[in-house]
């Protein structure tokens, strides 16, 4: 017991105090910053493995991105470059769609809409059932992360939960693969109401990579309200946290 004790002292509080204004490594691809159109267009749009990019103007659709850095590297005339600001999370898919005008300071104050509806249920506590639908486990991995002891995520009353009966709302990662859409709708309608829905990841958000593919079927998200829509791939626990306690709590 007492060795144990010794240890937790030595250790002292291994936990990021302020979540909100945690720091991030230069290195990490987070908001993108764009500036006048690229010197070589084509060569700029066909670097990108999702189609993430449009001309005329220039946008970055971040919900169809994967945060590669290919862009960057290629287009000309430094149009495109990607900051650390991890605070990507929107609840509106239009939102996520980045013009030369957006900077990431109005970005931030304005992708997610609070609901006092939403605030007033689940403030206090949300459990969450993930769901994994064809992931490449990039953003399951990075989901576990959030409950360790760096990121903490069940100090603020968010916990993931076995069952879909316990739990307020569904985390969706994954393209939605065609054995998995019955499954994931059976998840959602075993979610007693109110609840919520989570797009968690390029996957989840487009298809990413897998957009195209014949074996994908999406039609879940047309018969089902999103409410909020988490980029990356995969997604940092930052970014995860900080869109769920925005959209709780007005968390900014």
Do not use: W
């Not at 169809?64 to 991890?86: E, L, P, V």
């Not at 939960?161 to 693969?177: E, K, L, Q, W, Y």
């Not at 957009?211 to 970014?239: A, D």
């Amino acid at each position: 017991m007492f060795d144990t004790l010794k240890s937790r002292i030595f250790q002292g509080q291994q936990f990021i105090k302020d979540i909100q204004n945690a720091p991030m490594r230069e290195q990490f691809r987070g908001f993108p910053i764009l500036k006048g159109e690229p010197t070589n267009p084509q060569e700029c749009i066909n670097a990108c493995p999702t189609n993430a990019l449009t001309l005329n103007p220039l946008s970055i659709d971040m919900g169809k991105c994967t945060f590669c850095g290919a862009c960057a590297n290629i287009c000309q005339n430094d149009a495109i470059r990607f900051s650390n600001m991890y605070k990507l999370s929107a609840t509106s898919r239009e939102k996520l769609i980045i013009t030369e005008d957006i900077t990431a300071e109005e970005y931030e104050k304005t992708a997610i809409q609070i609901k006092k509806e939403i605030t007033s249920v689940f403030s206090k506590s949300l459990k969450l059932r993930q769901v994994s639908a064809a992931g490449c486990n990039g953003c399951e991995m990075e989901l576990n992360a959030c409950s360790n002891v760096n990121f903490d995520l069940g100090r603020f009353g968010i916990d993931f939960v076995a069952s879909p009966r316990h739990a307020d709302g569904i985390v969706i990662t994954g393209p939605i693969s065609e054995n998995m859409a019955y499954a994931l709708e059976d998840c959602y309608k075993s979610v007693p109401n109110p609840k919520i829905v989570i797009l968690c990841g390029a996957c989840a958000i487009s298809g990413g990579v897998f957009q195209n593919s014949t074996q994908i079927n999406r039609e879940f998200l047309n018969k089902y309200p999103i409410n909020l829509y988490i980029p990356g791939c995969p997604v940092h626990p930052l970014t995860f946290i900080n869109g769920i306690l925005g959209y709780i709590r007005n968390h900014k």
